[in-house]
């Protein structure tokens, strides 16, 4: 069974045309959203995206864009939880806060 959350609400968009095709996109998405194809990146599974924005902080062309969402509740809880959050970096403010 795919990891989904909820069918055509997620923000993620991806420019095909600034895309560079450097594979970032691939390599940090814990869910397998992107793949490459003919020398571009492509959204394959949309629905199963969790909006962490990994995506689009370590794309260098600024081809990715998504709000964070729902997938920032992860973040949240292991803090809750006494972990460390799993959306943020210890030398940057959390990306799930209201500060931003």
């Known amino acids: 069974m ?5 069918k055509n609400v997620v923000t993620l968009r991806l ?3 600034t895309c560079i ?7 940090v998405c814990p869910h397998n959203v992107f793949i490459v194809e003919a020398r571009k ?5 949309r629905d ?7 995506c689009a902080r370590n794309c260098p062309a600024g081809a990715v864009r998504v709000k964070n969402g729902v997938g ?3 973040g949240i809880l292991n803090v809750a939880m006494g972990r460390k959050s799993a959306c943020c ?3 940057q403010a959390c990306c799930c806060s209201d500060d931003e």
Do not use: S
């Not at 795919?2 to 909820?6: D, E, G, T, V």
């Not at 095709?21 to 390599?27: I, L, Q």
């Open 15 to 17: 420019d095909r045309e």
């Open 48 to 54: 199963a995206c969790m909006e962490c924005g990994a």
């Open 41 to 45: 990146c492509r959204i394959a599974e």
């Open 89 to 91: 970096g210890e030398d």
């Open 21 to 27: 095709c450097c594979g970032r996109c691939v390599e």
């Open 2 to 6: 795919k990891m989904q959350y909820l």
């Open 72 to 74: 920032c509740a992860t």
